[in-house]
């Protein structure tokens, strides 16, 4: 008999410290979440996604030796994502009911030169989750203002350590001082507008140095940013094929993902682009989300089988969750 199905949601993403920024005492956004959380559980996934991840561009500024971008970066098809694009994703999603977008996957969003203009429109548009990842080499104090300006909600920085040392050695390309200083200066912003938005999140891969000085780490962070959390090391060059587990993704019950070129995708993880489902442009989001292909998706997932979903075979985020998972079991 086959074991039950384990589905966690954000069992990659651990709070250490400050406000848990995804709680919330407005009636919508905690119907938002319960979804998040019980639409994966029971394997439901309504009409339309309840989130998105628009890509605004697949370049990056700097060189992570840990990121797929960097070693991968020879594969991956550059450009910028027009605004007329995230424009007809955002008003599919207004018109079905859709909470939140992040204007970030593969590339830096900070190099968008309007992206401030992708945050004021899906604001403008009643989306209650908007934010992106950065790692805020380019957080200048006008954009900053911008951001502060438009109503973006929160946004994740990507913050390897707190030290020099260990951060330049991960964040190839870019300068500590810079960035700490970077948001320094957003939360002295936020105090002198009277606002608390965007909330700010600072997260680290946890790699072996920064294990090793974890209670510093959460000690600095603690004092500059809203929330410090850190995301579990995912190894994105040892795929691990052939491997079968009950376990299922969470994201193909929740949300969905569109690059710059407006190619649809069932998740944030298909960095080879195994599992398109059309593009923007010429199809739609809810047609996307309805189709065969994503519901044999779902299916093989739900029954034990991603194994079988070229894609899902060798995941790093499948990978990662399995590993974990495994481990727990051979300590019980």
């Known amino acids: 008999m086959m074991k039950k199905i384990i589905v966690n949601s954000n069992s990659n993403y651990h709070r250490i410290s400050g406000k848990d920024l995804l709680s919330s005492n407005n009636v919508l956004f905690s119907e938002y979440r319960e979804k998040w959380k019980e639409w994966p559980e029971k394997f439901c996934t309504g009409d339309f996604p309840l989130f998105i991840d628009i890509e605004t561009t697949s370049v990056c500024n700097l060189s992570c030796s840990f990121c797929a971008t960097t070693f991968r970066g020879s594969q991956i098809k550059k450009g910028f994502m027009q605004l007329d694009t995230a424009k007809k994703i955002i008003d599919e999603g207004a018109d079905n009911n859709l909470y939140g977008v992040k204007f970030s996957l ?45 109503g973006l909600d929160r946004i994740s920085i990507s913050f390897e350590g707190h030290t020099k040392e260990i951060y330049e050695r991960y964040r190839v390309g870019s300068g500590f001082e810079k960035v700490v200083s970077n948001i320094e200066n957003m939360q002295t912003l936020k105090r002198r507008y009277g606002v608390k938005h ?51 993704c969470s994201q193909i019950w929740q949300r969905m993902a569109v690059w710059w070129d407006g190619t649809i995708l069932p998740c944030n993880h298909d960095d080879d682009g195994l599992l398109m489902l059309g593009n923007v442009m010429k199809g739609s989001i809810k047609k996307a989300w309805r189709s065969k292909k994503l519901s044999e998706i779902r299916n093989s997932h739900r029954d ?29």
């Open 198 to 248: 965007p909330k700010i999140r600072v997260q680290t891969v946890m790699l072996p140095d920064i294990e090793a000085s974890f209670d510093s780490y959460k000690k600095f962070w603690s004092k500059r940013a809203d929330e410090v959390g850190f995301l579990d090391y995912k190894d994105m060059k040892d795929k691990k094929m052939g491997v079968r587990y009950p376990w299922a």
């Open 304 to 332: 034990g089988r991603a194994d079988d979903v070229l894609a899902c075979d060798g995941c790093y985020l499948r990978d990662s969750e399995i590993l974990k998972l495994m481990g727990r079991e051979r300590k019980t």
């Open 106 to 150: 593969r590339g830096e969003p900070l190099l968008h030169p309007e992206i401030h203009r992708f945050v004021e429109y899906a604001k403008k548009k009643g989306l209650i989750d908007v934010y992106f990842n950065t790692n805020a080499a380019l957080l200048s104090e006008e954009i900053s203002k911008k951001l502060i300006d438009t």
